[in-house]
């Protein structure tokens, strides 16, 4: 499916760990760009961190060392690992994903999102 679709939030005590998926498919030889974005209750949206086709990684700061974010391109499925967590990580997950085909501009596709709870 074109369409992103999250799964694997849950809640969790402070230091554990949680891995999210997400699956897309389609748009096969186009460039997609998978990431993930997550926002809190009262806050903005913000990037978690995201990966190319080819396996390129890149993470923002509040979690560099915390989360990895894998694929498995024969599953179309894209991973967000979480450990370490904290309750400041307690938002809901989406996963974004950007599809640039041919010469033409790029196309957003949003998942529903899940939820993640991290309680002290």
């Known amino acids: 499916q074109v369409q992103p679709v999250e799964s694997g939030g849950g809640s969790v005590q402070a230091g554990g760990s949680l891995r999210l998926s997400c699956a897309a498919s389609?748009?096969?030889?186009?460039?997609?760009?998978m990431s993930w974005y997550r926002q809190a209750p009262g806050k903005e949206r913000e990037f978690v961190g995201s990966i190319t086709r080819d396996g390129s990684p890149s993470y923002a700061d509040s979690v560099k060392g915390r989360f990895t974010i894998s694929q498995d391109n024969a599953k179309n499925t894209v991973y967000l690992q979480m450990n370490s967590l904290k309750p400041e990580d307690t938002a809901m997950y989406y996963c974004?994903?950007?599809?640039?085909?041919?010469?033409?501009?790029?196309?957003?596709?949003w998942g529903q999102g899940t939820q993640v709870t991290v309680s002290s």
């Open positions: 974004k994903r950007a599809v640039q085909c041919a010469s033409g501009g790029w196309d957003d596709y």
């Open positions: 389609g748009y096969t030889y186009c460039r997609n760009v």
